[in-house]
T-cell receptor, first 113, second 114 residues
Framework: KAGVTQTPRYLIKTRGQQVTLSCSPISGHRSVSWYQQTPGQGLQFLFEYFSETQRNKGNFPGRFSGRQFSNSRSEMNVSTLELGDSALYLC????????????FGPGTRLTVT | DQQVKQNSPSLSVQEGRISILNCDYTNSMFDYFLWYKKYPAEGPTFLISISSIKDKNEDGRFTVFLNKSAKHLSLHIVPSQPGDSAVYFCAASRGGRGAQKLVFGQGTRLTINP
């Protein structure tokens, strides 16, 4: 079974621009979560989508948004990029429901200049 | 407010010996705990988990112990192998509708020396 895939793997953007990252979960997984990893803050939860609905949200500004499609694929969008948004963005999928285990993709490395 | 803490940024262990990684948490609402391993340039890999109704879970060389009264969990790796060298994260979840909202510790870099 294929793992979680994320595209693109690397991205360089300029401050003020917006960016869209994509995630394809493991087949059969209905829950997709997004995390941000930075050296200073570690791994922080952004949001989770289940059956096309945002079910959980972390403490990030409204510039960070996401959505999930009927095939469980998910996208996250960051608008008006700031230098501090430079990070590794990780997507994780799980069966949802009673299952806690999440399986991570390789991440998208975003650099904002 | 760091709810999950890994107080040792790094740990060095000789190959074949036991590696013990520790994690403390402050939120008594957490009811499920997980350990992940991360190599550079890769996403975290799920290792093992434990529910708060248990105090031990074992999977091959990996054993996780949970002490709820002390709000402490540990991961034991026996015997340690060079391929175990990685950053290890513990994570906690409150369950229910928030089950997927994992709170991670800062990680411990484990180095296995030949």
């Amino acid at each position: 079974k294929a793992g979680v895939t994320q595209t693109p793997r690397y991205l360089i953007k300029t401050r003020g621009q917006q960016v869209t990252l994509s995630c394809s979960p493991i087949s059969g997984h209905r829950s997709v979560s997004w995390y941000q990893q930075t050296p200073g803050q570690g791994l922080q939860f952004l949001f989770e989508y289940f059956s096309e609905t945002q079910r959980n949200k972390g403490n990030f500004p409204g510039r960070f948004s996401g959505r999930q499609f009927s095939n469980s694929r998910s996208e996250m969008n960051v608008s008006t990029l700031e230098l501090g948004d430079s990070a590794l963005y990780l997507c994780a999928s799980s069966l949802g429901g009673e299952s806690y285990e999440q399986y991570f993709g390789p991440g998208t490395r975003l650099t904002v200049t | 407010d760091q709810q999950v803490k890994q107080n040792s940024p790094s740990l060095s262990v000789q190959e074949g010996r036991i590696s013990i990684l520790n994690c403390d948490y402050t939120n008594s609402m957490f009811d499920y705990f997980l350990w992940y391993k991360k190599y550079p340039a890769e996403g975290p890999t799920f290792l093992i988990s434990i529910s708060s109704i248990k105090d031990k879970n074992e999977d091959g060389r990996f054993t996780v112990f949970l002490n709820k009264s002390a709000k402490h969990l540990s991961l034991h790796i026996v015997p340690s192998q060079p391929g175990d060298s990685a950053v290890y994260f513990c994570a906690a979840s409150r369950g229910g509708r928030g089950a997927q909202k994992l709170v991670f510790g800062q990680g411990t870099r484990l180095t296995i020396n030949p």
